[in-house]
């Protein structure tokens, strides 16, 4: 589920409406990724999820 960000201090918090207990969060995690997250250098943060679950597709190149 699509969710918001806020940065405070050294954190992200996350929150969604939709997610009353996460227990995940995903960023740019798409074919696509339009990130809108940035370092204070400008520099778009990279894909990452926070999950260690495997995925479907993960191992099989």
């Given at each position: 589920?699509?969710?918001q960000a806020q940065i405070e201090?050294?954190?992200m918090v996350v929150?969604?409406?939709k997610v009353k207990?996460?227990?995940a969060v995903r960023?740019?995690?798409s074919?696509?990724?339009e990130p809108n997250l940035y370092n204070a250098a400008g520099l778009p943060a990279s894909p990452f999820r926070t999950e260690k679950w495997r995925t479907p597709t993960?191992?099989?190149n």
């Open positions: 589920m699509p969710a201090g050294n954190t929150w969604s409406e207990q996460p227990v960023l740019g995690w074919i696509s990724p993960q191992g099989k």
